[in-house]
């Protein structure tokens, strides 16, 4: 009778084997039969297989690849989340709850450890800002491509200046268009004469200035808070700090990019001046608003010295509201008491001094996804938690598992407080499909 160590090392001679005969089965496949095959693989097993398949990764690689993907089927299969931090790419799976990581070397382009004010991402391409430039960058971390667009015609250069961008991809004309809003400073009355929007467009190279919306400026900067793509249209939270003299029902407009005209949404935002560090999110087609809420009005939301409040106040929850475009009004999804947040995000034995001893307000982001679900993500600790809007439940999702600097060994690791300057650290605020985008759209980085 054969002893367990035989019968294991059978089995392990077996399944050497079979590795070998598969191996051996795809090397005798015609390249044409297996670029076909492999372009409706979800994108975790695309570029978890071209790290270890020398055949495969020069496939991906290639620009017929990228086409081939363009016209598969394979379209809005799961959304993913981005994170770019001091250590690369990395995205979230909320179909598979799980987190991967991407080893894309930008250090040709970048300079290294330097910060990302704004990013967005669309149909596989990933749109961002980097402080103290006036360019923005637009990166395929998958196929590892990326493109430094043209200076951008708005003073976003400028340290005081907080622009915000979008980007959106055209699949059936084959382009994509980044918007940049470049915000002037809060309380200060500068730029108020620059272009409130500016466009580029992939099928030009070039740069436009948008049209502005009709909102009663009167001396004040343009200042808005968030936008977020739905449908086609981008929808723009304006401050209503930096403008006193309009109403809450005032603050959310949009933009049809197609046409270059704003639209008032009239939606009654109620309290909007007593909320801190409002996101729009997309799940699913509808449009929600999440943000910190003061229960009681003991603190001016205007002071900014506040805004980095570590947890002293009781009176703070975070929320977030649905805004309802046609009858133009708000419902309230869920609220997390300071409590709450605090249990859920800061696990035990959690040690936060390593992030400067503070859990600020801004730590906190939101995102939506394309089946029903809202992810909240904290900056400080690296938890994350999805909510799910059909069953009105919570799930705590795994942490991201990073080799440790000292051991080597995969493990949870504290994601950097993004109040440190000389680190890499945002994510971006809409769910995404890491897709290939069809080669054309990086025509001009060709003829350059």
């Not at 940049?180 to 400073?185: L, S, T």
């Amino acid at each position: 009778m054969a002893s367990c160590e035989e019968v294991t090392r059978d089995q392990a001679n077996q399944r050497e084997t079979m590795e070998e005969m598969v191996t051996e089965l795809w090397e005798k496949l015609p390249i044409e039969m297996v670029e076909h095959m492999i372009s409706f693989l979800p994108v975790p097993a695309l570029y978890r297989n071209r790290t270890v398949c020398k055949r495969w990764n020069s496939i991906i690689g290639s620009p017929e690849f990228w086409v081939l993907c363009a016209r598969s089927t394979r379209k809005l299969n799961g959304s993913f989340i981005v994170l770019r931090q001091e250590d690369g790419w990395s995205f979230l799976n909320l179909e598979e709850r799980r987190w991967y990581k991407i080893d894309f070397d930008e250090r040709v382009v970048y300079r290294p450890l330097c910060r990302i004010d704004s990013m967005d991402g669309d149909g596989g391409l990933l749109c961002h800002h980097r402080a103290r430039e006036s360019s923005i960058f637009v990166t395929n971390p998958i196929g590892e491509r990326f493109r430094r667009l043209p200076p951008c015609t708005a003073p976003i250069h400028d340290l005081s200046v907080k622009p915000i961008v979008n980007i959106v991809v055209d699949d059936v004309v084959r382009s994509f268009k980044v918007l940049v809003i470049a915000n002037g400073p809060e309380g200060e009355r500068i730029y108020v004469d620059k272009p409130r929007m500016v466009i580029y467009e992939s099928t030009t190279n070039k740069w436009r200035n948008s049209s502005d919306p009709n909102v009663p400026l009167k001396g004040f900067p343009f200042l808005a808070t968030c936008s977020i793509f739905l449908n086609g249209l981008l929808y723009v939270l304006m401050s209503p700090l930096a403008l006193p003299s309009i109403s809450e029902q005032d603050c959310l407009w949009s933009y049809d990019h197609g046409a270059d005209v704003w639209k008032n949404t009239r939606v009654n935002i109620h309290n909007l001046r007593s909320y801190l560090y409002p996101q729009l999110v997309m799940s699913n087609g509808r449009l929600f608003l999440a943000a910190w809420a003061q229960k009681e009005d003991i603190h001016d939301p205007s002071d900014l010295s506040f805004k980095t409040w570590p947890w002293m106040q009781d009176n703070w929850s975070y929320e977030v509201i649905e805004l309802h475009l046609q009858s133009r009004t708000c419902s309230t999804i869920f609220e997390m008491t300071k409590a709450i947040v605090k249990q859920t995000f800061i696990p035990e034995g959690f040690d936060i001094r390593k992030v400067k001893g503070t859990f600020t307000m801004k730590h906190m982001k939101a995102f939506g996804s394309y089946n029903n679900a809202i992810v909240l993500f904290c900056m400080t600790s690296g938890m994350s938690i999805v909510y799910d809007l059909k069953t009105s439940t919570w799930e705590v999702l795994p942490p991201r598992l990073l080799p440790d600097e000292e051991t080597g060994e995969l493990g949870p690791r504290v994601v950097p407080a993004p109040m440190d300057e000389d680190v890499i650290c945002f994510a971006a605020a809409r769910p995404m499909n890491l897709l290939f985008p069809d080669y054309t759209l990086w025509a001009y980085k060709q003829k350059q």
